[in-house]
């Protein structure tokens, strides 16, 4: 087996909430006046530092305030939420790489006790050893978790796979010495993901990746 453990990012990842994060941006941006996205065009410019990505859209942090921007969207997020699925499969493969002994692990920029709300709404708590979230509402210092994670569990990089969607989570992997795979069905387009790492089009071709 190439690899004991698979560090998971949610959002976008196990969780399919892209087209609730576009609309939420949507909202905020209309409440502004500002122009709109369409979920292609959000996932050609999403990235991070998120207060970066705000400003390219047009949020002007001279006049907007960031604490109030970031609870309106996670205020704006969690409305919108109350339908939001599992990515398609990803359950499956969840099972399968428990049945093949691999160790399962989250790391996350949400809130780290809203990560374990949902896993718990959705059942699948019980398929990770730990749950590494943020403890702020502003999506950041996602390497540093990354860091205290290793400190925590008994994680060897060398050993570890991490799946992620975004360009931010194959710097995070880079920086903690896991490999990685990219999953396109998430905040980032395939085209951007090419050019950081292996890009999975479906979920279940993960599983070939391990064995």
């Not at 008994?154 to 795979?181: C, K, Q, S, Y």
Request: glycine share 8%.
């Amino acid at each position: 087996m190439k690899y004991k453990n698979v560090v998971w990012d949610w959002n976008g990842t196990l969780l399919d909430d892209v087209k609730i994060s576009v609309n939420t941006i949507n909202r905020m941006l209309r409440k502004k006046r500002l122009n709109e996205l369409t979920v292609e065009e959000y996932k050609s410019i999403f990235g991070f530092p998120v207060k970066d990505y705000y400003e390219g859209i047009g949020f002007d942090f001279k006049h907007d305030d960031w604490e109030t921007v970031s609870l309106d969207f996670v205020d704006t997020y969690e409305e919108l939420a109350k339908d939001v699925m599992l990515t398609p499969g990803v359950v499956s493969v969840l099972s399968g790489l428990k049945e093949m002994g691999v160790r399962q692990y989250i790391l996350s920029a949400l809130q780290e006790n809203l990560l374990e709300d949902m896993l718990e709404r959705f059942g699948i708590r019980d398929y990770f050893e730990g749950v590494c979230g943020s403890d702020n509402i502003y999506a950041d210092g996602k390497i540093a978790r990354g860091e205290r994670m290793l400190d925590v569990y008994p994680i060897e990089p060398r050993e570890t796979l991490m799946v992620g969607d975004t360009l931010h989570d194959a710097e995070v992997a880079e920086a903690l010495g896991f490999n990685i795979r990219l999953y396109a069905g998430g905040h980032n387009s395939a085209e951007r993901l090419r050019e950081k790492g292996i890009v999975l089009e479906r979920m279940d071709m993960l599983l070939s990746e391990i064995r």
